[in-house]
């Protein structure tokens, strides 16, 4: 395998996040009863203090907690790769790397801020938290590092990706996770839509408004989020950090970075200390953020205030969505199909400092299996839509014979993704596009906020 590996040292991993709110001026997040921007108490009935704290913090670096880190170095630095075989496979001038998070535990880029928001809960005396999941890698996450510190967790996973995705479900229970497929009969944000039709899918705003209900209900049982707000990007970062220090023991630095994206966590953490320096003006690098074509937030959405449950009982936030009530459909990439974007992410897409870029499924599981016959991983679902657009872009380097360097995250493996490439092999797959009309339905029924 002609393949460069960079790698750091343990005392490397990053003391601090880096927070980009400072650099940006995103709308606050309103009350959804009086419209005003809502205060910290809105967001402590639910969410540890700190995170709280950090979701509207100002101080550009947030120190990590020594806890935190001691339990990052079970699987943090990860690995820089340059993709040598990849490139001679495209016949491409352009360099390509990826930073592989798939060596986490859970196998995932989602531990990093799983494992800080247990903390947080443990310290302040939280007796169980719960959270949502769509493919599984968060639910998974939540599980692992609420277990690391004793902490009994409750995750509402999506039921098309329950019955999709069979291993997750052990998985999670093994690290003490209680596992219940959403919508449920255990609260009422579940139970009528279960009424409604026993077969719904679900969704994940249906899951986030029963992991609320839940903990809403219960004293001393907070709510987790996997992605979306402010304060899990921030705990991302570690990735983007640790990447800016391989390149420079590479000697190189990123023309253009590429990422998926469904509430937006994994690519924010890998570009974010990147883009600080763009907004700064010390670097050009462009950023492709990618999508599903059955759930274009980004590309079909509209940028407005919206819900981030289907219960409606979130702050309003102002994203990119497709509609609080979206039900996405059943494509294998479970982590993609959110309504909404990050609104960190949502800005830089309105600035034009991210660009956009919807994948079919079909291109993104030919894509994945491009590269894992070349170097070896076979990637999730998710990040197969980087892969896609990376191959892409090398492609037009080729053509115009660009010598340009191209990183992507690889923010997981695909090991729990069998089912899904069996059925790429078996042709039972099919190209989806969620219809402009639907999307136009659901923008009618988002709060009349700007």
Not at 6 to 22: A, D, G, R, T, V
Not at 219 to 228: D, K, Q
Not at 253 to 279: N, Q, R, W
Not at 417 to 430: C, F, G, K, P, W
Request: include cysteine; hydrophobic fraction near 35%.
């Amino acid at each position: 395998m002609n393949q460069l590996k960079f790698s750091l040292e343990e005392s490397e991993i990053p003391e601090k996040w880096y927070n980009i709110l400072p650099l940006l001026s995103l709308e606050p997040p309103l009350n959804p009863k009086s419209l005003d921007p809502a205060e910290k108490e809105d967001l402590l009935k639910i969410f540890a203090k700190p995170c709280v704290e950090q979701e509207m913090s100002q101080e550009s670096w947030i120190d990590i907690p020594e806890k935190v880190r001691k339990i990052y170095r079970h699987w943090r630095p990860t690995p820089l790769f340059r993709a040598r075989d990849l490139e001679d496979m495209i016949g491409t001038p352009a360099k390509i790397y990826y930073k592989y998070e798939g060596v986490s535990p859970p196998g995932s880029h989602k531990p990093n801020t799983a494992v800080a928001q247990a903390y947080y809960n443990k310290k302040e005396g939280m007796e169980r938290v719960t959270t949502e999941t769509g493919a599984g890698q968060w639910g998974s996450a939540l599980s692992y590092g609420a277990n690391q510190f004793d902490l009994p967790s409750t995750v509402y996973m999506v039921r098309i990706s329950y019955r999709q995705k069979p291993d997750r479900r052990p998985m999670m229970e093994a690290w003490n996770g209680e596992v219940i497929p959403s919508p449920s009969k255990k609260t009422e944000a579940g139970k009528d839509r279960f009424n409604e039709d026993s077969e719904n899918p679900g969704s994940l705003g249906i899951a986030i408004a029963e992991a609320i209900e839940d903990a809403a209900k219960h004293e001393n049982v907070h709510y987790t989020i996997g992605s979306v707000l402010n304060h899990v990007l921030l705990h991302q970062t570690v990735i983007g950090l640790e990447t800016k220090k391989q390149f420079k023991k590479a000697g190189d630095e990123p023309d253009i970075m590429i990422g998926c994206a469904g509430g937006g966590s994994s690519f924010a953490g890998f570009s974010l200390p990147f883009i600080g320096d763009v907004i700064e003006g010390e670097k050009n690098t462009n950023f492709r953020v990618v999508e599903p074509t059955a759930c274009p937030s980004l590309t079909s959405g509209r940028y407005r205030y919206d819900f981030g449950d289907s219960a409606q009982e979130t702050p309003l936030i102002k994203m990119y969505t497709l509609g609080h009530d979206f039900v996405p459909p059943p494509i294998h990439s479970g982590g993609l199909r959110y309504h909404g974007m990050a609104p960190i992410i949502s800005k830089l897409v309105e600035e034009e400092v991210m660009e956009p870029v919807a994948v079919s499924q079909m291109e993104m599981f030919e894509a994945a299996l491009e590269f894992s016959d070349v170097e070896g991983i076979i990637p999730a679902p998710e990040p197969g839509h980087a892969i896609q657009q990376t191959i892409k872009e090398a492609k037009r380097c080729r053509e115009t014979g660009e010598e340009k360097t191209i990183a992507f995250l690889l923010c997981g493996h695909g090991h729990f993704d069998m089912e899904a490439y069996r059925e790429y092999y078996s042709d039972e797959l099919e190209h989806i596009e969620y219809p402009e009309d639907e999307i136009e339905k659901s923008m009618d029924k988002l709060p009349d906020v700007e």
